[in-house]
T-cell receptor
């Protein structure tokens, strides 16, 4: 089967840097995605790592190590609007092409 | 309209009612999905349709019945639901088989079963 582990909650202050880790177990692996969901809103795509290494998109970066079955989302220069839930998701190519999501990490940013 | 839309946004129904959730995507995608999101639980995949054919059904109870009449529309028919079915039901779409498989979500239908 497949499983993903990520912390349930993270707190930080404005301007800080926070890292949200994700470890996964899958029978096959295609890539690791990250989604953001504000309270009451729909999940929105943030980033995707198909290969090892760091992908940077503005204040957000995502990292993948396939040998360690591990990835993380790095958020820099935190803003209040970054308070949301963040989900890692894997596409397990042996279980079909749909995404399997983690339970999500709730990030609270305070001033 | 653009993106993925869902109606209704909120729904309250009794256990003996029959209702349907509707999803529409305007992105030219060829795959659509239903997810269930309950408090403190991960997004649970319910159904996947690719090119209007069901390709995955993750052991969902038969009281949930999907319908995909074309690549732009997806329905979830509900009957004799249970209180534990109360949740946020999210629809998503994507381009099937694309490596990144980015999914675009609708705003969801918040369902309360009494």
């Amino acid at each position: 089967g497949q499983s993903l582990e990520q912390p349930s909650e993270v707190t930080a202050v404005e301007g800080a840097i926070v890292q949200i880790n994700c470890t996964y177990q899958t029978s096959g692996f295609y890539g690791l995605s990250w989604y953001q969901q504000h309270d009451g809103g729909a999940p929105t795509f943030l980033s995707y790592n198909g290969l090892d290494g760091l992908e940077e998109t503005g204040r957000f970066s995502s990292f993948l190590s396939r040998s360690d079955s591990y990835g993380y989302l790095l958020l820099q220069e935190l803003q209040m609007k970054d308070s949301a839930s963040y989900f890692c998701a894997v596409r397990d190519n042996q279980a079909g092409t749909a995404l399997i999501f983690g339970k999500g990490t709730t990030l609270s940013v305070s001033s | 309209e653009t993106g993925v839309t869902q109606t209704p946004r909120h729904l309250v129904m009794g256990m003996t009612n029959k209702k349907s959730l509707k999803c529409e995507q305007h992105l030219g995608h060829n795959a659509m999905y239903w997810y269930k999101q309950s408090a403190k639980k991960p997004l649970e995949l319910m159904f996947v349709y690719s090119l209007e054919e069901r390709v995955e059904n993750n052991s969902v109870p038969s009281r949930f019945s999907p319908e995909c009449p074309n690549s732009s529309h997806l329905f979830l028919h509900l009957h004799t639901l249970q209180p534990e079915d109360s949740a946020l039901y999210l629809c998503a779409s994507s381009i099937w088989g694309q490596g990144e498989e980015t999914q675009y979500f609708g705003p969801g239908t918040r369902l309360l079963v009494l």
